[in-house]
């Protein structure tokens, strides 16, 4: 065995505090390169992501070491003009290359990609080995660099911030076309902005980028740097410009960390820098709070238990409807209804309990509070009117439609369910011949609602009419001679008909369109049905 | 292999189907019998479902509820009896395989893991291939076919399955007269066999006078019956109207709130 | 300096270029035996399986899974201490399978796409992988002096239990597939139709991602893990561009890859400083290349040939029917002015004489100084094309109701390229006509065939 552990203690003073005191000449190039990196990489990165090119990302960044071999073959220099110059034109050319091959022949985009880059990446590897003796220009370093501070060259640094503040700029100054052509390149060619002419700028962007950063973080690492935190402010932002300074800030963080990292373990820094970037992606990935798969799975069992909470409401309302009800519901009576586990509905009512939806009557069992009262009508009402819809719109079986409706009627909001209710014509009962009930908040007097709204035997005065009523209509509602401030006594649904009793003993017939145009108070709300027994709610 | 199947049950039934697609409804409820030896056309506007029903029947895609049932058995437990044509844009024409490859592959179905196909398979699938009127292409690449060909090819496959009923997706989708018509023989020929056919199509007006039956679709089942009864303004109003925008809103918030995408 | 080129170096210092490939030839030396044993082994497994892993369009996904075995070598190193065949072997195909279920979680279960996913899991898995290999330098203990060969590969540095372990994955890869390929092929070609007709899809699927984390492993000591991806795709690519059949594909993917192995062999041997890697895929590439460009019915070249051949072919005809038009009727052996052609169809004069020399090299006339005089066979053409011509024009008009004056320019390209079967399906069509929309009169089919070359370039017109 030899002495050294492989991951050694970690030592705040030696790895956090000393670079920035003591070292901090190094640490301060060390760290300002990793920035530039991470800043252009994160701006370029974005655009990459959202055009689905993450991979000619990848692929430019291994060809451009042929490009760097032939520049230094051809000029002699190891200088950053020729460097540079030869990293755009290897990366132009592996773009080129790429769509020559997958357009003039059955081989696919991907395969393309593939074939090219290792193509150029070899070739280059070999003129490097070959041709390049005593220049610092390693195939391996080119991997994934070498920046320890000592090696690092300052004017590097300088030239790598540049790149990188022309490369913001430029995003920043041409963001429309950026933006447009990313979201819609057939639409945008179409209005004139010059799709091709921002692919390959683009392209020779990343190009610049890599050759810039090849001694910091090395080629397949920029592939990191131009990724992991693009696709981490994907998941954390829906809009772009907020996702290009998410991305910028989480490549920031991970050059600076990574550089510690580095420290701690003595490894390369680059790749330390590539694992925190990667890491804090990982860490998006589970807990994004609107993608994130932790979130998902805490939505879904929130919702688990949203239904079984409205479910256990619903039972207790349909048990004993009436809103002055003497009994309560007892445990046993609701698990045998709900089929749940008496321990599940106690710990059910227990949180119901404590949010004020019910309160508990001694040892009888509990009851609805007002608020109770009112959401479990809401439940039972959003499942009636689904059901109604599916069997009257959607010519679904009556038989069929208990199971879906289970479902779904939690999930519907108030105004869908405003709008499946207009489009039924306010219907009084569902399939099942059980009556609909109306919101709570309705049936108080005093209330101004529509005439649409109401039911037999109510008593409401005419109002006027709604604002967004039409000219036509207006002049309909004017020959109903319907005389205001007087009560009216609301007669039988006919059919999709209102019928209205005037106080001279006449009636009217009142259709569905005008029924929502007339507003009305209602002055005697109707409570108790019909149907199902004298406590039915209206 | 073929299973012992009863003629007097409907050749296909399908009870209170739902499919979900990434946790979104999109096809509610369906109740459907069919009885066997009939044309039976599935129409609707785009997004109605039509593709997912066939796959849902196909068992490529699971139920979120609901049953389905061929000659009175499981789907499951009768598989050489449905044969599929999927969409030609499914498939990737550059594949390095032969007009006669593609059609051998409808004999696939029928021969174990190990077995290779024989002379008798090889000769079926020629035969096959001669009665679309394709034999001549059986060396041809496939890219080098037109559409009308292609379509033909994928035809001569569900052939050589032998099926008893054929789910075919929009199989007249960009084909050339003549090959209109050939399917068209093809599919009367296989009726009056004996054997159903349930065909994804777009086209109204040809609609009419191809199928026995139809099958409006859209999310759910507006309505099903012979042609003459089922192919009525109204009605046609209604697969194609716009009331259903309700339907996929809902759809969306189930979809939502199920965390899918 | 890497194994072969330690072995170059011993062979001779200043041998020759000859002296060398005699060497090479005479497998003198155990290493480079075990070399091309390696190569071969690889080329075979790599070629045959990167053909379904291209026809699936996973490409990129074989390089990424390439890159993330990184990590899994390495720590098979930090275990083991040392360089051991069997560890790697598990480490690298549990990275490799571990990558593929990221992959496959991150792209099915988040927003991000597929090709994101990709690179992050290659970047990502690779980026441990450096820091696990940069450590492990750092450390200098065990006997680090096989872990840096898997970089860039290093085929001659391959030892009597890695060649066993290849023999038993490339074996096993050749059995599985043969024994089902129908699966393979049918899952490949229409996944759908496949799971109909009751083939497990996603089992084949995950078999063959099983496969290509053992086949990565395979190649991972020859080319390294950052050309592992070529091995697997620039073969298959090629034989895609050469073969119209999957058996056949596979067979030349196969051929493709072996030999690539040994010329990259060859040419690291010779030029001793360079790792074997970069040279296999080199030769590969190579092969790629001159397929792209020669093959015959889809490379670049032929393709281009025979649109120049084509072309020619146009120019010759339209002069035929100038010439026809311009005898008006009369004697066929007639001589005609050239300079009449060039009037006739507005071209120069040198134009009008170097289709005339040309028409002549295929027997098709004879010219003089200033005129040409039709042969039977070239008088014969002339009428076929103006008979093609006239047809189609009545076509246009009749069955798709152009105007007459719309129809000459479609009828100028379309003449070239009726074959036999479509005229006669015309003519059944148009009631056998004898006058076209211009009133001009139809020629009368002709009954002899024509000279045979002209019957090839005809039916070679190119389709694409």
Redesign the interface.
Known sequence: MHGEPLIRSFDFHEHVVRPWTTDFEITFWVVAMGVSVAVACAVLGCFLVLRKKALIGDAISHALLVGLAGAFLLTGSRGAPAMITGAIVAGLATVALIEAIHRNSRIKEDAAIAVVFTALFALGVVLITRFTEGVDLDAQCVLYGEVEGSWLRQDDVKTMAAVALVLVLGVAAFFKELSFTSFDPMMAASVGVPARAVHYSLMAGVSVTVVCGMEAVGAILVVTMLIAPAATAYLLTDGLRRMIVISIGCGVVAAVLGYHVALWLDCSTAGAMSVVATVMFTAALLASPRHGVVMRVARRSRLAAKIARENLLRAIYLMHPAPQAAEAATSAELSQRLRLLPKDVDRTCLRLQRAGWLERVGNAGVKLTEKGTAGARRIVRAHRLWETFLVDQMGVASDHVHPDAEEVEHLLSEKLLERVDDILGHPIQDPHGSRIPRELELLRAGVVTTLARLREREIARVQGISRTTSGAEVARIAALGLPLGVDLVIGPRSGSSWTVRLPDGTAREIDHELADRIVVELRRPQVGGRTHGPWEIA | MKETIDNNEPALEIH?L?VAYHKKPVL??I?LSIKEGQLVGIIGPNGAGKSTLI?AI???LPLS?GWIKCYGRPVGAV?GI???V?QRE???W?????AF??VL??R??Q?G??R??NRKDREIARACMEKVGVGGLADR?I??LSGGQQQRVFLA?ALA?DSRVYLMDEPFAGVDAATESAIVTLLKELRSQGKTCLVVHHDLQTAAEYFDAVMLLNM????YGPTSEVFTHELLQKTYGG?LT??A??AQ??AA???G? | MDAIGVLASRVSADASLVDQIVTFFSFGHLTLVYGVIGVVLMGISCGVLGSFVMLRGMSLLGDSIGHAVLPGVCLAFVVMQTKNVVAIFVGAVLAGVLAALAIFGITRYSRIKADAAIGLILSGFFGVGVVFLTRIQRMSFGDQSGLDKYMFGDAAALGRSDLQLMAVVTAAVLVVLAAFFRHFQVTTFDEEFAASIGIPARGVHAALMTMLALAIVVALQAVGVVLVSAMLITPAATAYLLTNRLQWTLAVSAAVGVFSGLAGLFLSFVFDRIPTGPCIVLAASTCFALAYLFSPKMGLVPGLITRIRNSRRIQRENLLKAAYGLLNCGPPDREIALADLARARAYESSFVRRVARSLRRVGMATVTDNGMVLSPAGYRRAAQVVRNHRLWELFLTREASLAEDHVHRDAEEIEHVLGEEIVAQLERDLDNPTLDPHGRRIPPPIPSVVSPSEVSSEGAVDAR
């Open positions: 209170d739902t509610w409820a109740d796959k196909m068992g490529l509820s598989r449905l044969g599929y999927p499914s498939v990737d550059d594949f390095p395989v032969t490859d593609v592959m409808g696939y179905g021969l893991p190990f290779r196909p690449q890219s080098n496959r399955l759910r089942l507006v309505a009331r309700i339907l809103d809902a918030a189930v709130a199920r965390g995408n």
